[in-house]
């Protein structure tokens, strides 16, 4: 097993910066901007990216958190079956902005989910993609509008987003499994 | 994380971690059903048969609102009117609807066993509401549900069961389940309606309300079942109601709340007192809505893994 260090945890940092800046500036400021999270990992880099929002803008943003495992197209013939948590949107969706965050943009179907998810909740007025790393090998016609970084991988890659808040160390690893 | 049976026909010999699966699952469905579209697709293509053998309204409407808010096709069978009355087995009914492509059964029969039984010839799973006079898994699931939802945990809460505990499954399931999270659990009710054997499974038994009241951090009030009464078990309703009614005097002379829970239907006035029915530390409409949660959490984890 290779482990190839991507990205730093400085690089991280001004990582989340630069996407933060982005999405501040597509959306003109962006008073109407909720920042929703995809559990688990999606859920922390939300909270990283709204609370920046928050410091270059200078008004508080929402930030929800979406377990979209009810929503999985792989739920049934899994062995394991993934453990449920809760959706965790305490605002009304309804006529927002919502930048949906996740790690990695890999087969799409993550994404797919949500965005199922997310309509069963309410009627946003748009969302947009936000991801840290984008692998490629799309199943689906999704793409992210803020990628923090396009990394070309194989299929038998493995791509491990570390954060602080749960593994103590910020880093981004190109995991190689022969 | 799934459960380690493939049916729930009673909380007898479930593990903790498996009640605590289903608590903990049925927590996110509770968020599910306080949202605008209160429908989630888990189920999907799935189809569940309600095998209703003797009357019920709030367990059958809430196992199909929990089965269609998981996006399953259901299917109602109802004893009444139906092959049954015509003199079909249990075994060929099942064998008949399976045949017919279905993945769940829930099952609710007048006979102790009868779920056992149907999981042993059919291939779908098995969900046991209520069988008999012995268990009632998913009522004593939302009971143990409301209160952990109340008191933040089960452990060491000492609960008291007040009624009929010889002809109630719901007793003997909140029995099991909740000695299994480590509860307290004690009987109270007349002579006549206490089986001889409850002692095997460890409980201590009450005859008189006031000497239970002051060590129980909640009552579970059961039902009187007034159409299993022929056998005079108890002189009147009135005598019954001026021994065993729970009172809101006689609650409140306990030196702290006491959570009411009853599983329904109330008899106002017989085994409960309509104003403690309807009082501030009643949850008997919380477990009606938990009920839903709870049933969502059994069919999902047993629907959901194969």
Sequence with gaps: ?178 | MALKSRHLLGLDGVSGEDIQLILDTAVSFKEVLERPIKKVPPLQGKTIVNLFFESSTRTRISFELAERRLSADVVNFAASGSSVSKGETLKDTARNIEAMKIDMVVIRHASAGAPHFLSKVVASNVINAGDGAHEHPTQALLDMYTLREKHKTLEGLRVCIVGDILHSRVARSNIFGLKTMGAQVSVCGPATMIPREISRLGVPVYHRLEDVIPKVDALNVLRIQLERQEKGLFPSLREYHRYFGVTKERVDRADRPITILHPGPINRDVEISADLADGEHSVILQQVTNGVAIRMAVLYLLGSSN
């Design chain 1, 1 to 178: 097993m290779k482990k190839t260090k991507l990205i730093d945890s400085d690089g991280f940092r001004r990582t989340v910066n630069r996407l933060a800046h982005e999405v501040v500036e597509s959306n003109k400021g962006g008073e109407n901007i909720v920042v929703v999270g995809i559990r688990t990992r999606g859920d922390i880099l939300a909270r990283r990216i709204a609370g920046k929002i928050e410091e270059i803008e200078g008004h508080p943003v929402k930030v929800g958190t979406l377990d979209i495992t009810l929503y999985r197209d792989d739920l049934r013939g899994k062995l394991d079956q993934p453990e449920l948590h809760s959706t965790e949107i305490l605002f009304d969706i309804a006529g927002k902005f919502i930048v949906l965050v996740d790690d990695v943009l890999f087969t799409g179907r993550t994404v797919r989910a949500a965005l199922n998810a997310l309509m069963d909740i309410g009627r946003p007025a748009r969302i947009e993609l936000l991801v840290l790393v984008d692998r490629g090998h799309r199943e689906l016609p999704i793409k992210a509008d803020f990628a923090g970084k396009n990394v070309p991988t194989s299929i038998k890659q493995e791509v491990k987003v570390l954060m602080e808040e749960v593994d103590g160390e910020d880093g981004v690893f190109l995991i190689d499994n022969d």
